[in-house]
């Protein structure tokens, strides 16, 4: 299921999600405020599992590309997560 139908099935209409890459499998819910919020490590795993990178290079496109651009987004883009541990 993808991120966006995941979102309309459980009430977000509208919620701002990252479409660069299909990052869904890096959904893990949404804030109190309605925006969609990513987990950085399995945003880093789908690009190392689905387009070949190396996790040095996941990270630094990541951080260059998406991360970068999420100020662009508004107050309502997504929030990335950074893990303090694995669960």
């Known amino acids: 299921m993808s991120a966006e139908q995941l979102l309309l099935d459980n009430g977000y209409e509208g919620t701002k999600i990252l479409t660069n890459?299909?990052?869904?499998?890096?959904?893990?819910?949404?804030?109190?405020d309605g925006r969609a919020v990513y987990d950085y490590d399995l945003m880093v795993d789908w690009l190392i599992d689905k387009e070949d990178f190396t996790e040095e290079?996941?990270?630094?496109?990541?951080?260059?590309?998406?991360?970068?651009?999420?100020?662009?987004?508004?107050?309502?883009?997504?929030?990335?997560?950074?893990r303090f541990w694995e669960t």
């Open 21 to 32: 890459y299909s990052y869904d499998t890096a959904l893990i819910g949404v804030s109190d």
């Open 57 to 82: 290079d996941a990270m630094e496109w990541i951080d260059y590309n998406t991360l970068r651009a999420l100020p662009y987004m508004g107050e309502d883009g997504p929030i990335v997560l950074h």
